[in-house]
């Protein structure tokens, strides 16, 4: 197994659908093992894989690796996707935290009660268009990427998260005709393309099975 890459989650995004892009926009062909039961978990628990006893986790180069933002970097270090020096890496970190702050907003709305989410939603919006979406826009106002000459796994997640806003909030680019322009031209690199065509390995938006699915394996009560 150790040339494969093999991604252990649950057959939805959450937090593995970052990684899922980045590995897609690095051309990385992946397998993935789906968690459904809560004995999956407990072996993996009994295996030692699991460091701080939580998921993603993404076997490669021989290493099992867990917590999102470090295999993030790896595969972001390892693909060139992670900027030239220390200065642009630090840079390409800011933009992609900031993307996580919103992404994970979003992440948390299947599992909030249904008399909430409205308030949520609002909350989304509201800093989306007012703290987050507007930082984007000066950044790529006078280049054509967030950092440097190069793409970074800054730029993928910056994609990941304008998809996700409009999957909530359809018009919500209308006043970012920046962010806009960024958002076709990621559209329009072959690998992306093909990342978001039917049939790839890019997850749906989360659904009742899902949130079923995440509180059985880790045996959680909802």
Known sequence: MSGKVVLTYFNGRGKM??????????????????????????KLLSDGALMFEQVPLVEIDGMKLVQTKAILNYIAGKYNLYGNDLKERVMIDMYSEGVRDLMEMI??????????????????????????????????ASSQYLVGY???????????????????????????????AFQG?????????????????RKPQPDDLYVKTVYEVFNFKH
Not at 154 to 176: N, Y
Not at 191 to 198: D, E, S, T
Request: with cysteine; proline share 6%.
């Open 185 to 201: 031209r990621m559209k329009s690199l072959p690998a992306i393309q093909k990342f978001l065509q039917p049939g790839s390995k």
């Open 17 to 42: 659908e970052s990684i899922r892009w980045l590995l897609a926009v690095a051309g990385v062909e992946f397998e993935e093992v789906n968690m459904t039961k809560h004995e999956e978990y407990v």
């Open 150 to 180: 190069q793409l970074s796994c800054a730029d993928v997640q910056l994609l990941e998260i304008t998809l996700m806003l409009e999957e909530k909030f359809p018009t919500i680019l209308s006043k970012f005709p920046v962010v806009k």
């Open 107 to 140: 992440m948390m709305l299947p599992f909030i009660s249904p008399d909430t989410k409205k308030t949520k939603l609002e909350d989304i919006e509201r800093k989306a268009t007012s703290r987050y979406i507007p930082v984007f826009e000066k950044a790529l």
